[in-house]
């Protein structure tokens, strides 16, 4: 599930810019909260991220067991898988700040890169 | 289920009948369908709570696996307590195959790790995806119970919290609509019943498990606080968990009939069974008090010799001593136990009473009684269970006890030490129907033990006191002497014996004498009666002659009076004589 582990990228500090941000977002449909996560997490890696992130958008309607794979409980999420440790970012991804800092795209309270 | 313990109380089963039948679904737990009369409200949610290793999953687990195994309703499982690896590996000792089960497709199982350390959390959300695994498992297996262990925990995985109440409510009634019997589980607080106020969702029915620690000793209880348009029991019950998994004990024994059976065997000793009219009811228990050292292991010991002696498998638990004890003690006395070891006739397990809690013995003595499936149990040293608990759960566990007991048809003895508190045993002694009580009684620098039949049900027994002797060949009950200074016993007995033996040839000779003299005064009365007998015999005679000698006489007169009359031309004299 997980790729190959980066012994750099294991703390919580801002990965290097070289690396490819590997994100999945579940969500069910397009219930207002998977929406609005869709919409919000697009702007946010168009922003930070071009042309570095991958996203898979997983559909539990169409697929409920894809769920267990990643210990899913509550849609929307969105799971980092790279860079690592993988994070989960529950929500809408509305609080911008959050979601950055769940991207690891900055330090928790500090600057964008 | 057929209810092989029958009901909690009587009273409560005839409510239970008149109402009108609320569909349940057995968990499949020995006991806990007796309590509920019939199991878990078929269609709702059923609220599981407990402390931490109470047992809510194994309990939760139990009710899976039986609607899987039993009742053919598959299941689905969550957890959030540990990985599907884990639970696996903690029920595989209860026989629980959940691998198989969802192999077979009857069971589905995920495993959720909640870990809020590494989830963040922006913006609103729902638990749909919670829902949708959910529902498409049970859509799967065509699932009929559902399992969410330990549903609190979510509580613990988001910020949220009134997203989660929200959910949570949802999920109640998402399950309700799907008519699956879910059973959730939830953590026990201080003073309620749980942490996050689960109950407010699950209004139908409620169980809480508790794990006491007293004096070191465990105890399992279980009690359903709440059961909405059902009877149920109210007590809180001890429950084990054994090999055989999860069960609860009612306790019944006391209004139960067990149908008992008429015939009587022997409690080893003869005159003990002459004393019991006949010996011991077949499926009866006989509780032996005394206090120590008056051979009441040794009466076990007989008890199962002479048990094994008829081809019939015996259970010896020892709470005092080992097996090997035990064995070497009865040989000093005579008596070999090991061939019947040998022979698979005779189980001797030794049980140290502080090693286990008490619903540990239970458990024990259920697994020992399903294996061995023994005719006749010897349970040696029951009160050496009060060490390490308080009466009244000694007293209700082995009333559990008697209970299994009597519940199999076996018939049992048990031995106790009763010190100087015999009231010690008055809870047991209602449900006994035997008690013979062996006491010390010291006098003259000895001790001797008298044997008594305090009571015996459906017998007419003796209310004689017998000595109780151990000698080479065993015990020996022995007539008492009962003299003017009380009972008798010992060497001191032994000299009123002999004392009395001596009076009695004493009296004997005296007799004799007597019965000669006698002898003597008769054949002399009897010569004296012939001489008298004679004497009469001759006066009689000499009287008769006498009247003859007179009647002749007076003959002769009228004779010489007639002719001197005709000589003198007379009249005749009279009519009478002229006829003459």
């Given at each position: 599930m997980t790729g190959p582990r980066d012994a750099d990228a294991a703390s919580e500090v801002p990965a290097p810019s070289d690396l490819t941000w590997d994100l999945r977002l579940y969500v069910t449909g397009r219930s207002p909260n998977s929406l609005r996560a869709m919409q919000n997490l697009q702007f946010a890696c168009e922003q930070y991220l071009a042309g570095r992130y991958h996203i898979e958008i997983v559909d539990l309607l169409e697929n409920p067991r894809r769920a267990a794979d990643d210990q899913i409980?509550?849609?929307p999420t969105l799971v980092r898988?790279?860079?690592?440790p993988i994070r989960k970012i529950v929500g809408d991804l509305s609080n911008s700040d959050r979601l950055l800092a769940g991207l690891q795209l900055r330090p928790r309270g500090g600057q964008a890169m | 289920m057929a209810s092989e313990h029958g009901g909690a109380d009587p009273r409560s089963l005839a409510e239970a009948d008149a109402r009108p039948a609320l569909p349940k679904a057995p968990t499949g737990i020995r006991g806990l369908d007796e309590i509920t009369h019939g199991g878990l409200p078929r269609g709702r949610s059923t609220l599981v709570t407990g402390g931490t290793g109470s047992g809510k999953t194994l309990m939760a687990l139990s009710f899976l696996v039986a609607g899987a195994r039993e009742y053919g309703e598959p299941g689905v499982l969550v957890t959030f307590e540990e990985t599907a690896e884990k639970v696996t590996a903690n029920v595989a000792s209860l026989g629980f195959d959940l691998d198989g089960l969802q192999r077979d497709k009857l069971l589905v199982m995920y495993a959720f790790r909640v870990d809020p350390a590494e989830v963040i959390e922006t913006g609103a959300f729902d638990l749909e995806a919670l829902f949708l695994l959910l529902g498409e498992a049970i859509e799967r297996v065509g699932a009929k119970r559902v399992v969410l262990?330990?549903?609190?925990?979510l509580f613990g995985a988001f910020q949220d919290q009134a997203i989660v109440r929200a959910e949570l409510g949802r999920l109640f009634r998402w399950l309700e609509e799907r008519a699956v019997t879910a059973i959730v589980t939830g953590e026990r607080g201080d003073s309620v019943l749980t942490r996050h106020g689960i109950e407010e969702y699950v209004s139908d029915c409620v169980i809480a498990l508790d794990h006491r620690m007293q004096d070191e000793i465990s105890t399992r209880h279980l009690q359903v606080v709440k059961y909405r348009g059902s009877a149920h029991g109210t007590n809180a019950y001890p429950f084990l968990i054994s090999a055989r998994g999860f069960v609860v004990l009612p306790i019944t024994s006391v209004t139960l009939d067990y149908g008992a059976p008429g015939d009587r065997i022997s409690t080893g000793v003869a005159r003990l069974d002459h004393m019991l009219d006949g010996g011991l009811l077949r499926g009866s228990t006989v509780l032996v008090s005394g206090t120590a050292g008056t051979g009441k292991s040794t009466l076990g010991a007989h008890f199962a010799d002479s048990a094994c002696g008829r081809g019939e498998r015996t259970l010896m638990i020892l709470f005092e001593e080992s097996p090997d004890q035990v064995t070497r003690n009865m040989r000093s006395v005579g008596m070999d136990l090991q061939p019947w070891v040998d022979a698979g006739l005779l189980r001797i397990w030794a049980a140290r009473p502080t090693a286990f809690g008490l619903e540990t013995h239970l458990a024990i003595l259920d697994r020992l009684l399903e294996e061995f499936a023994p005719r006749v149990a010897v349970l040696d040293?029951?009160?050496?269970?009060s060490h390490g608990a308080t009466g009244p759960e000694v007293s209700s566990m082995l009333a559990r006890k008697i209970d299994m007991l009597k519940g199999r048809g076996i018939t049992a003895m048990l031995t106790t030490l009763a010190g100087?508190?015999?009231?010690?045993?008055v809870g047991v002694s209602s449900l006994v129907d035997t008690w013979l009580l062996v006491r010390n009684v010291e006098s003259n620098g000895e001790r001797n033990r008298l044997l008594f039949v305090l009571k015996s049900r459906g017998t007419a027994h003796s209310n004689q006191v017998r000595e109780f002797v151990l000698t080479d060949h065993g015990v020996e009950l022995v007539d008492v002497y009962v003299g003017p200074a009380g009972v008798v016993t010992g060497s001191a007995r032994l000299v009123l014996e002999a004392q009395e033996r001596g009076a009695n040839f004493r009296q004997g000779q005296e007799l004799a004498r007597r019965r000669r003299e006698l002898r003597g005064g008769i054949v002399e009365a009897e010569a004296r009666l012939a001489v008298l007998q004679d004497e009469l015999a001759a006066q009689r005679a000499e009287f008769e002659r006498i009247q003859e000698r007179e009647r002749r006489q007076a003959s002769d007169a009228e004779a010489d009076r007639s002719a001197l009359a005709a000589r003198r031309w007379a009249d005749p004299a009279s009519p009478g004589e002229g006829e003459r």
């Open positions: 409980l509550a849609v898988k790279l860079p690592q | 262990d330990t549903i609190e925990l040293g029951i009160a050496s269970l100087a508190d015999e009231s010690s045993m």
